[in-house]
């Protein structure tokens, strides 16, 4: 809403421009019903136009504000002491602009330990499903049997030590090789049991890289996911040091090489705790 | 939640406390002047200048109209809470820790640490109605405790007193004789120095927190064990929610040790637990040092921290708060 432009002449000497008087006064409208409040305010803008402000807000009763008479007394109080003498710029109270959440220790509304329900059907499928087969390492029937333990990696360490190293790998497939072949030194029974270097050989192959997992995934959780596609030698999640969370990646290796293939094409992109998943073939370190 | 950041303090914060309506909160530090905030929008209403000291605890009266702080100047102070005015000092021998006010106002305990050669002692006061006819006179004095006393508080009815410390016992004390009549089980109790003790509204059972990484409710009238909350750092301060069943720990290991760790691994979160299932609701991060003081507001929609690090965070809780299901 434009007016006539106020000339320099018709201002007053020392009126510091302050024309308020020119204007209409404020309107209060409401509040209504559903609590809508509207306030007309008229102001000069910066070329001496006359501006309709309409500003419309919402009051709301704060359902909760059940103040004593003493407290809402205590509210007009003066202030006191260093309080009587900050101004406003002291800024000794600010409102975070960080948002805290009350960080819940695993997701609302899972459970600590599912168990699993659905077992593997893959595998379950392809064994036969045969009753009397029990493994001893992870005492799961009719699936394997205990030298085929898909989770005999997962188990102890105390355990993998004394077992003779050539039948340890995933790789074993009915290749019995003892006795009848050489054996390294550093690999034979009872050595020294400083074979990373040789580990790492062997899980490089069928070895799944699986990238962008929330923080509260584990192993078991990991196992839980990608047994399904066939026997599973080793999962690993990387995990901070220091704070004990997962650092969002892991892998995983397959005893079958085509298992791995069939679980990066199902996987890849698959959505998982909320974030989508990205598997694919974990490329060996370079040495 | 946005949490409300309060600098009033240069130093550490020790204690925190709101008034029974829930609309002011007290803040006590190491620096010498505790302070006085509105609990809703954090602003600061006024200091209280006149101790020496760190001041180590404050209580105020049931009608806001006292406070009670106990500094390491060897003395307590009454003050007006509306003006800040100091009404008058208890003197003591040795730095003043711990002070509770009685039910009614007319009595209260004030803790004294051992120094120079004293034993720590736990003296009961009058507070006069009328500053004028106020005294120094000890009603009652506790003594024979090893160790500092960190908290003394009044048991249920004024009957008793119950003292905790760095000697790791709970005890109840007989209000009116002195009488030592209780005291907790060493086998299911704490390992190490209590550091904090906070009553339940209902004055049935109260909450310790122990150096030794727990937390531990007890019985107010028996001295029995009824749960224990299991963390990874020393806890420094703990309270009771006086709506929902839940309790608040807060911590971290020790100060000294504070710059050489990660901030990550350094657990400066305040932990919530279930009061009855012992399991952990979740936990509250922000504070750039241990938790020293932790206060629930009275009517259970806040809770504020007070932090190694010299800032008050106040919270009011999310609506989603008062839905978590266990």
Known sequence: MAA????????EEDDGGDLDFLLPPRVVIGPDENGIKKTIEYRFDDDGN???????????????????????????????GDAAKEDAGSRLTMVSTEEILLERPRAPGSKADEPSASGDPLAMASKGGAVLMVCRTCGKKGDHWTSKCPYKDLAGPAETV?????????????????????????????????????????NDENSVRVTNLSEDTREPDLLELFRTFGPVSRVYVAVDQKTGSSRGFGFVNFVHREDAEKAISKLNGYGYDNLILRVEWATPRPN | MRPILMKGHERPLTFLKYNRDGDLLFSC?????????????????????????AVWSCDVSRHSTRLLTGSADQTAKLWDVKTGKELFTFRFDAPARSVDFAIGDRLAVITTDSFMGNQPTAQVKRIAEDIEDQTEDSALVISGITGRINRAVWGPGNRTIITAGEDATIRIWDSETGKLLNESDKEVGHQKAISSLSKSLDWSHFLTGSLDKSAKLWDARTLTLIKTYVTERPVNAVDISPTLD???????????????????????????????????????????????ALAFNPDGRSFSSGGEDGYVRLHH??????????
């Open chain 2, 29 to 53: 530090a190491k620096d010498h002047a505790p302070n006085v905030w509105y609990a809703d929008n954090g602003e600061r209403l006024g200091t209280y200048k006149g101790h020496n000291g």
């Open chain 1, 162 to 202: 004394d077992r003779p190293p050539t039948s340890d790998g995933p790789s074993a497939l009915g290749a019995s090789a003892k006795g009848s072949s050489y054996v390294p030194p550093r690999l034979r029974a009872g050595a020294p049991t400083d074979s990373g270097h040789d580990m790492r050989r062997r």
């Open chain 2, 246 to 292: 839940h309790v608040v720990i807060g911590g971290g290991q020790d100060a000294m040790n504070v710059t050489m760790t990660d901030r990550r691994a350094g657990k400066f979160e305040a932990k919530f637990f279930h009061k009855i299932l012992q399991e952990e609701i979740g936990g509250v991060k922000g504070h750039f040092g241990p938790i020293n």
């Open chain 1, 4 to 11: 006539g432009k106020i000339r320099w002449g018709e201002l």
């Open chain 1, 50 to 80: 006359k501006v309709k402000v309409t500003t419309t807000t919402r009051v709301r009763k704060l359902a909760r504000a059940r103040l004593s008479k003493a407290a809402i007394e205590r509210r007009s109080w003066g202030k006191f």
């Open chain 2, 317 to 326: 809780f999310d609506p989603d708060y008062f839905n978590i299901k266990m």
